[in-house]
């Protein structure tokens, strides 16, 4: 049986109206999924950048004990260049931080603690390194010997820890 000619073009008008629409709701299901998938790469990618500035700040006070431990034991003072690299990065290290952690979010308290312990910390390498230069040999040695240094580097780690979690 043929169909009259008249028939197939409602026919195809019908069939071209059920593509179209076929095609929009395709578009309206995948569009929030995109949208979704770009939020989460954007959380990613945010996450990665926090974390590695929180690693690059615990990398250079490494380096700045490193070398203040290195000059404290040699009295070379090529260690020093280390050591004065890394805590000139460090006040960077710690600027950067407070513009992800702004105060008032929840995690400016655990930042705060940070920097007064990475300050400490620093207060204490720099002391031995000036006895140190100044040739006070028991007073550097007492400093080096007590266990303030260890206690504020790992609450260091510690408060590090916990900014990379969140």
């Known amino acids: 049986m043929k169909l009259p000619a008249s028939f197939k073009l ?39 950048r926090t974390r590695n500035a929180v690693n690059r700040l615990l990398q250079h006070v490494l380096d700045a004990e490193t070398g203040s431990r290195g000059y404290l034991l040699t009295g070379d003072p090529r260690y020093l260049e280390p050591y004065n690299a890394a805590v000139a990065e460090i006040s960077q290290n710690l600027e950067h931080l407070a513009t992800i952690y702004p105060p008032g979010t929840a ?10 312990n990475v300050q400490r910390k620093l207060a204490e390498m720099d002391l031995s390194v000036r006895m140190r230069k100044q040739g006070n040999e028991d007073a550097w040695k007492f400093v080096l010997m007590t266990d303030v240094g260890k206690e504020h580097m790992d609450a260091i780690r510690e408060q590090a820890g916990r900014l990379t979690q969140t």
């Open 10 to 48: 409602p026919r195809l008008a019908i069939s071209l109206t059920l593509a179209v629409l076929a095609a929009l709701v395709l578009i309206g299901i995948n569009e929030p999924g995109y949208n979704q998938s770009s939020q989460a790469l954007s959380r990613i990618d945010e996450y990665t």
């Open 107 to 116: 995690d400016s308290a655990t930042l705060a603690q940070l920097t007064r």
